[in-house]
Antibody
Framework: QVQLVQSGAEVKKPGASVKVSCKAF????????IIWVRQAPGQGLEWMGW????????NYAQKLQGRVTMATDTSTSTAYMELRSLRSDDTAVYYC?????????????WGQGTLVTVSS | SYVLTQPPSVSVAPGKTATITCGGN??????VHWYQQKPGQAPVAVVY???DRPSGIPERISGSNSGNTATLTISRVEAGDEADYFC????????????FGTGTKVTVL
């Protein structure tokens, strides 16, 4: 069945970068966009951006512009999210999720989450 | 940017009805989606397009949307409904990005 499997937990120092992967199974990767969402400890969901699985077009949340890059590798059905210049308040669980359709989508499948800890 | 406001918490006895609101400016003009998140787990969609349910979601869970408030209703509440619930819309007027509500913790007494 449809699955999104993310890479494992990371511990990074302030100022470093992190790259999280999200591998898709059992659906046509190019037919759906992927969003990235993060959740700081005890907090709500924060949308980070989305990337088209079809052509790699992206749209990033304004507060992360310049620090985040999203990419896809259609040959392996994998999406990537890189966040640079990490700060302590980037400590969060990072999720990828599949958009169910192209227009005004909801997100029907989610990865298991990747904990990123930023600490000196 | 578009803001969605939810009550931080709702408490309900088993068998009763839980009502979770999601307030936003003219939210009735948007499609609202709802997610359930249990501790340590990823969110799961429970309602999309205001009132539709993905397959596998029980009919006890329903949604509505009008004016400035969208509502998620859980009837005949069970212990397994205890979770955080988030509403979500697409802000097509702004930077065309996705907005999540502040989240509501549902506690089953």
């Amino acid at each position: 069945q449809v699955q999104l499997v993310q890479s494992g937990a990371e511990v990074k120092k302030p100022g470093a970068s992190v790259k999280v992967s999200c591998k898709a199974f059992d659906y046509t990767f190019t037919g759906h966009s992927i969003i990235w969402v993060r959740q700081a400890p005890g907090q709500g969901l924060e949308w980070m951006g989305w990337i088209s699985g079809y052509n790699g077009n992206t749209n990033y949340a304004q507060k992360l512009q310049g620090r985040v890059t999203m990419a896809t590798d259609t040959s392996t059905s994998t999406a990537y999210m890189e966040l640079r210049s990490l700060r302590s308040d980037d400590t969060a669980v990072y999720y990828c999720a599949r958009a169910a359709r192209h227009v005004d989508p909801y997100f029907d499948y989610w990865g298991q989450g990747t904990l990123v800890t930023v600490s000196s | 940017s578009y803001v969605l406001t939810q009550p931080p918490s709702v408490s309900v006895a088993p068998g009763k009805t839980a009502t979770i609101t999601c307030g936003g400016n003219n939210i009735g003009d948007k499609s609202v989606h709802w997610y359930q998140q249990k501790p340590g787990q990823a969110p799961v969609a429970v309602v999309y397009d205001d009132s539709d349910r993905p397959s596998g979601i029980p009919e006890r869970i329903s949604g509505s949307n009008s004016g400035n408030t969208a509502t998620l209703t859980i009837s005949r509440v069970e212990a397994g409904d205890e979770a955080d619930y988030f509403c979500q819309v697409w802000d097509s007027d702004g930077d065309q990005h996705y907005v999540f509500g502040t989240g509501t913790k549902v506690t089953v007494l």
